[in-house]
């Protein structure tokens, strides 16, 4: 099998071409080959832009553009007609395109990376509907595919020949120019620099929000070992992605629900926050129209939501401790098993923040949602399960556990150890404050310019005053909405919410009843901020970070922070904050000598 980038093609690409894609996959020739779809060519040798319906690279051989054609053609008076249901007239024929695609691509690869100036690049065109038998001096017949030699011939075989034939050719020219010879065929190396080059520029999670500066959209880029993340979910039906905060998992979340939707699997993607369930709507608003469109089921939000909805009763005006995760469950089982529910079942299980999803009655309803229950059906599950348990009642490890005991050892785990999310300041600190082991690989911002400052309070007034003048600073650099306000207590009890009234000439207002468009800082407590993330974080009301709790509070909410970071903390936990700091630099020091 070849390895595919994307892995998947989209449900409304031409049917010739999800063809050629099913029988490169599926060859198992192709095992070491690697095949690019749909690459866009920005820098194209002759137009503004193109496209290659497929770049194919095989060791040993070389690199193959291709064209694929899957209807009827005509050419009168030296135009090209392609006879689709709407017919397309065009001066540049598929040969043309082909070879124009592949000596852009050339030329890009070889002036990024000069040992791949030798390797042999050819084109060929693919006509998955006709027999296509015209000679011509601007083709050899060797470059067409036609639709009985697709159906008679392994595709492995077919591309092959192709190469081989371009290489007899270019001995003949190539050896008078003196750079042809074992050099135009590639290495592994070579394909590795090939992959490195080419999916960089093209493959970028798809994600809303303010671009606040070069560093901030550096920060949403998938890195490569997100991209070996996503192939996972290509080989193995059930994924389970841990890693600590700011890895990019909710990126990958959504990219995955994505890929199941333009595969043509129903999908649904949880999470535990009512805040981070409104911001997967917004965000996945273009996934959720084109599933529409093909008819396929995809639900995204709340688990709790998801179970309000599956049975009738109504929340408790003062729900119990356990209703969310116990009770309710409870009822939505007994809804689905009864059948008075008319969810179906998905294809495709996505759950973001999972550590607080895994409650014994929560996966009882996941099991019933999940085609094939989680045993063996198809899921890829996100979570911190270490450091991110801040909830009375669930605990990440214990969850696991749970799931582990339904599953047995029946997935593939795949951890992500690349920060992608904050400053390499912020994420220094986060280090040292939370003790992550191991921590983190590598940082993918290079932005040095981040704020990271600890303010002490002594009384709940001073710290009022303390927050002005922060506030008042941060707005020199950020505007509004890119600062956060986040407090270890609930939003009533919150320093924001205390002095929201007096601070007028700035506003403050709760993030969940702050309207698109409104102006003023939002204030939201760290709980119900968990899975989200903030230009500007100002982390409030921290009265102790001496026990697991509030520990995992101040973990969390320094998290959510990309480039600055300011915790107000009571001046009676300064010593307990100091030996977090000394504690961390410690072990840094042990790890580093080993």
């Given at each position: 099998?070849?390895?595919m ?18 029988k490169l ?11 690019f779809h ?5 820098r194209?040798?002759?137009r ?8 194919v690279?095989?060791p ?22 392609y ?14 395109q082909?070879?124009d ?11 990024r ?19 296509f ?7 050899d ?8 030699a ?16 371009a ?5 003949a ?29 093209f493959?970028?999670?798809?994600v ?29 039906d059930?994924?389970l ?25 129903s ?29 396929i089921?995809f639900?995204?939000g ?34 689905l098993?009864?059948?008075?529910s ?6 495709v299980?996505i ?6 999803l ?28 270490e ?8 605990n ?16 593939t785990?795949?951890p992500?150890r690349i ?7 912020i ?8 003790g ?14 981040a704020?990271v400052d600890?303010?002490f ?10 927050l ?10 950020f505007s ?12 009533a ?5 205390a ?7 700035i ?6 009843s702050?309207?698109?468009g ?5 204030y ?6 968990k899975?989200?993330?903030?230009a500007?974080?100002?982390l ?6 001496d ?40 072990k840094?020091m042990?790890?580093?000598s080993?």
């Amino acid at each position: 099998m070849a390895r595919m980038i994307p892995p998947q093609i989209p449900a409304r690409s031409p049917k010739g071409e999800q063809l050629i894609f099913r029988k490169l996959r599926d060859d198992p020739e192709t095992r070491d080959w690697v095949v690019f779809h749909s690459f866009d060519i920005r820098r194209h040798s002759v137009r503004i832009e193109g496209e290659a319906d497929l770049v194919v690279a095989v060791p040993g051989l070389g690199i193959l553009c291709i064209e694929v054609k899957g209807c009827g053609v005509i050419r009168r008076d030296g135009l090209w007609t392609y006879e689709y249901e709407m017919p397309k007239t065009t001066p540049v024929g598929p040969f043309r395109q082909a070879s124009d695609a592949s000596h852009s691509l050339r030329q890009y690869l070889s002036g990024r990376d000069p040992s791949l100036a030798a390797l042999t690049f050819y084109s060929a065109v693919i006509f998955t509907e006709i027999e296509f038998n015209e000679r011509s001096l601007e083709w050899d017949p060797w470059q067409v595919i036609t639709k009985s030699a697709l159906l008679r011939n392994p595709i492995s075989r077919i591309f092959s020949q192709i190469l081989e034939n371009a290489h007899t050719k270019l001995a003949a020219v190539r050896p008078k120019l003196g750079w042809y010879g074992e050099r135009s065929r590639p290495t592994v190396r070579h394909l590795d620099a090939i992959v490195a080059l080419m999916r960089r520029d093209f493959e970028y999670a798809a994600v809303g929000g303010i671009a606040f500066d070069v560093a901030e959209q550096s920060i949403r880029r998938f890195t490569e070992e997100q991209f070996v993340a996503l192939d996972l979910l290509e080989e193995n039906d059930r994924v389970l992605f841990k890693g600590p905060a700011g890895t990019g998992k909710t990126l990958l979340a959504i990219e995955t629900a994505r890929r199941s939707v333009r595969s043509g699997k129903s999908a649904v993607l949880l999470c535990f926050n009512s805040l981070l369930g409104t911001w997967l709507k917004r965000e996945v608003a273009d996934i959720s129209e084109e599933a529409r469109s093909l008819g396929i089921a995809f639900h995204v939000g709340t688990l709790s939501g998801l179970m309000l909805g599956l049975q009738n009763s109504t929340v408790p005006k003062e729900p119990e401790t356990g209703y969310w995760t116990f009770d309710l469950p409870l009822r939505a089982t007994e809804a689905l098993l009864a059948g008075e529910s008319a969810f179906p079942e998905h294809d495709v299980l996505i759950l973001d923040e999972a550590q607080d999803l895994l409650s014994d009655p929560m996966l009882d309803v996941l099991e019933l949602i999940t085609r094939g229950g989680l045993s063996a059906g198809r899921w890829a599950i996100f979570g911190d399960f270490e450091r991110q348990a801040i909830y009375a009642d669930l605990n990440g490890s214990a969850g696991l556990d749970r799931l582990r005991s339904r599953v047995g050892g029946n997935f593939t785990t795949s951890p992500l150890r690349i920060n992608c999310r904050n400053s390499p300041r912020i994420a220094e600190a986060v280090t040292l404050t939370s003790g992550l082991s191991p921590g983190y690989s590598r940082v993918l911002a290079d932005a040095e310019c981040a704020d990271v400052d600890a303010v002490f309070y002594r009384s709940a007034s001073h710290q009022k005053d303390q927050l002005a003048a922060v506030l008042k600073r941060l707005l020199k650099k950020f505007s509004t909405d890119q600062i956060v306000i986040l407090s270890t207590r609930a939003d009533a009890l919150s320093c924001a919410a205390a002095m929201a009234t007096s601070f007028v000439d700035i506003g403050l207002t709760p993030y969940k009843s702050y309207a698109p468009g409104a102006i003023g800082v939002r204030y939201a407590s760290v709980h119900s901020f968990k899975g989200l993330e903030g230009a500007a974080i100002v982390l409030t009301d921290i009265e102790s970070v001496d026990d697991a709790h509030g520990k995992s509070l101040l973990y969390v909410g320094m998290t959510r922070a990309r480039h600055s970071l300011t915790m107000l903390i009571n001046d009676r936990a300064r010593g307990q904050y100091d030996r977090l700091l000394m504690d961390g630099y410690r072990k840094l020091m042990r790890e580093g000598s080993k």
